[in-house]
């Protein structure tokens, strides 16, 4: 396919939308690269990097190999989505640490609006989809109440296991990376390496990123081609269950010292904004509440008009 440098560009920029989609949980990379049409060649060109791949560097040189793999859209792709969660990270940090609440109550906004796009979606309701559905929610539930892991001492090793778990989602549209590593208890912790430039834990998810995307994309795009109805409704599920998780209004339970000997919470549980201990700011919580969620309508409509 012949691509001069402009449409490169406009690559590019849709990978700045599809990173800043990464880091912010509730909205999918795979989302944003289902609306802008590029889903298709993504999944085709990552699907591509494999043994074959290996046999035509060896056989036909590193240009066939590149061609192969249409590595000249995945840099321009890859290049937006790092630029843009280099940029986003520092002030998604500084809000996390001076505005929760209303960066919880954006976030909330997101994916609830999530939820509807992708529930939409589910053709076909039977028992068995109810079941898949009621468990989805159980587990995104109970993923929220168990306590997040204790970094205070970072294991690489469970850090490289999120990047791969949080890679799918560049894959498939629905539930988004970041999301899932809040979700795991990680998410503060990689914002926060990214602005410190720690090269260590940035390296450790990066490591989980490739091995996921490369181990996870053929099996992903086999899922969604057979059982596309049954995924879609499992990960409303379990986005519904995790609402918990983005609540605006929390209460620590208890704490942990980080490796800086700072006291961080460990265990919140969700409360009323009329009984939070602060200032609720429940107007403007509301207003980036709705915010989020026009958000997503607006892409839903971006989406429509595409197909």
Known sequence: MGRNLKDYIVIGLKGMAMGAADVVPGVSGGTIAFISGIYEELLESISNVNFKLLKTLKSE????????????????????????????????????????????SFFFGLVLASIIYIGKQVERWSAK??????????????????????????????????GAIASCAMILPGISGSYILLLIGVYPIVMTAITHKDYKIIGAIGLGVIVGLLSFSKLLKWLFT??????????????????????????????????????????????????????????????LSVVGFGLILLMEKLAVKKE
Do not use: R
């Not at 240009?63 to 989505?81: E, I, T």
């Not at 009621?134 to 296991?161: A, D, Q, R």
């Open 61 to 104: 040189g590193i240009k066939a190999a590149w061609k192969q793999v249409n590595g000249s859209f995945l840099l321009a792709l890859f290049v937006g989505v790092f630029i843009s969660i280099i940029s986003l990270a520092k002030t998604i940090k500084w809000l996390l640490e001076n505005e929760p609440v209303l960066l919880w």
């Open 129 to 162: 989809i109810i079941f898949l559905f009621i468990l989805g929610i159980l587990f995104g539930y109970l993923i929220t109440v168990i306590p997040s892991t204790n970094v205070g001492e970072i294991n690489y090793f469970f850090l490289i296991f999120a």
């Open 226 to 287: 057979n059982y596309k109805n049954e995924m879609l409704i499992v990960l409303t599920g379990i986005m519904l269950g995790s609402l918990n998780k983005v609540w605006p209004w929390k209460e620590t339970v208890s704490t942990y010292l980080d490796s800086h000997g700072v006291t961080k919470p460990l265990l919140e549980q969700s409360v009323s904004p009329f009984s939070f201990e602060g200032d609720p700011k429940l107007m403007m919580a509301v207003v």
